[in-house]
């Protein structure tokens, strides 16, 4: 069983910058970003393979946000900066129960979730 604690949202101004972690307990593989804004479906953010080689992107983030691992701690981080009101959401880490040729960016594909942290971005 993997656990995932989230931590690092917050309240901060269009054009600012916040980092989140994902800190997991127990053995990991890929492991994503997905937020939910209120009314909207869960979307893909940012993921990352196994061991770190492979990184993608939501067109959304891209250039704006970067993700890494550690694996030394077993923690993955989502840096965001020039951050926009339409980034406002709940911010979700998820690992998958498996290896995969390439980390997935579909939610039904990961199988541990952690419990969200919110990140609201003021105009």
């Known amino acids: 069983q993997v656990q995932l604690v989230e931590s690092g949202g917050g309240l901060v101004q269009a054009g600012g910058s916040l980092r989140l972690s994902c800190a997991a307990s127990?053995?990991?593989?890929?492991m994503g970003w997905f937020r939910q804004a209120p009314g909207k479906e869960r979307e893909f953010v940012a993921c990352?393979?196994?061991?770190?080689?492979?990184?993608y992107y939501a067109d959304s983030v891209k250039g704006r946000f970067t993700m890494s691992s550690d694996s030394a701690k077993n923690t993955v981080y989502l840096q965001m900066n020039s951050l926009r009101p339409e980034d406002t959401a709940v911010y979700y880490c998820?690992?998958?129960?498996?290896?995969?040729?390439?980390?997935?960016?579909?939610?039904?594909?990961?199988?541990?979730w952690g419990q969200g942290t919110q990140v609201t971005v003021s105009s």
């Open positions: 998820a690992a998958t129960g498996r290896a995969y040729r390439g980390p997935p960016k579909l939610p039904y594909e990961y199988k541990y």
């Open positions: 990352i393979s196994w061991s770190g080689g492979s990184i």
């Open positions: 127990g053995r990991t593989f890929s």
